[in-house]
């Protein structure tokens, strides 16, 4: 089973930057890794996925502001936040799955991302 454990969270500025990171224990070379989030009273949305071929999706609210990479070595996933809002504060969450499409099979515990303007 893989395990999966998030950091890299804190609190910063409107407009700052952050970068998450994922370590994962467990074989996850064939499987697609992924970066969700939840706000306080909304739902847990997906933010981006990368495949096992490195396919690299993007939900469209933050795309051209967060880049996702895999480091298949060192079984790690990370996202690259920048230009950052107070509407990204949120727990980010770290999640492994067969094909993206499934659903996530693990998830890490979260990392807390604040943003204050």
């Known amino acids: 089973q893989v395990r999966l454990v998030e950091s890299g969270g804190g609190s910063v500025q409107d407009g700052g930057s952050l970068r998450l990171s994922c370590a994962a224990s467990?074989?996850?070379?064939?499987?697609?890794m992924s970066w969700y989030r939840q706000s306080p009273g909304k739902e847990r949305e997906w933010v981006a996925s990368?495949?096992?071929?490195?396919?690299?999706y993007y939900a469209d609210f933050v795309k051209g502001r967060f880049t996702a990479s895999r480091d298949y070595a060192k079984n790690t996933l990370d996202l690259q936040m920048t230009s950052l809002n107070s509407e990204d504060t949120a727990m980010y969450y770290c999640?492994?799955?067969?094909?993206?499409?499934?659903?996530?099979?693990?998830w890490g515990p979260g990392t807390q991302v604040t943003v204050s303007g």
């Open positions: 999640s492994a799955d067969d094909d993206c499409v499934s659903g996530p099979q693990s």
């Open positions: 467990g074989d996850t070379s064939r499987s697609c």
């Open positions: 990368v495949t096992s071929a490195y396919f690299i």
